[in-house]
């Protein structure tokens, strides 16, 4: 599975960005989805997380704000990230979980901006 993260760009706070990760191959047989965020000098931290089942699970920061959700036919992982602030500039990587064995497999990172 290879992904490919898009949508990022630069908003004022208070904006709203869809990210896409678009995978080359199903999706269908993963276990889990991810988002996950690196601003500088900060570890990467989850952002958001969707199972096979649909149970989704956020960072306290960012509940209320981001929705995370999946298209199984077009194999494709959304971040819809509303209320926008400046804390939440950092790049974004979509992760995948998926086979039996737990394969990890990462997108490239796409920046996200948001100036106050």
């Known amino acids: 599975v290879q992904l490919q993260a898009s949508g990022g760009g630069w908003v004022q706070a208070g904006g709203s960005l869809r990210l896409s990760c678009a995978a080359s191959?199903?999706?269908?047989?993963?276990?889990?989805m991810n988002w996950y965020r690196q601003a500088p000098v900060k570890q990467r931290e989850l952002v958001a997380h969707?199972?096979?089942?649909?149970?989704?699970h956020y960072a306290d920061s960012v509940k209320g704000r981001f929705t995370i959700s999946t298209d199984n036919a077009k194999n494709t992982v959304y971040l819809q990230m509303n209320s926008l602030k400046p804390e939440d500039t950092a790049v974004y990587y979509c992760?995948?979980?998926?086979?039996?064995?737990?394969?990890?497999?990462w997108g490239q990172g796409t920046q996200v901006t948001v100036s106050s």
């Open positions: 992760n995948a979980i998926c086979g039996r064995t737990g394969n990890t497999y």
């Open positions: 191959g199903s999706i269908f047989s993963c276990n889990a």
């Open positions: 969707i199972t096979n089942r649909g149970s989704t």
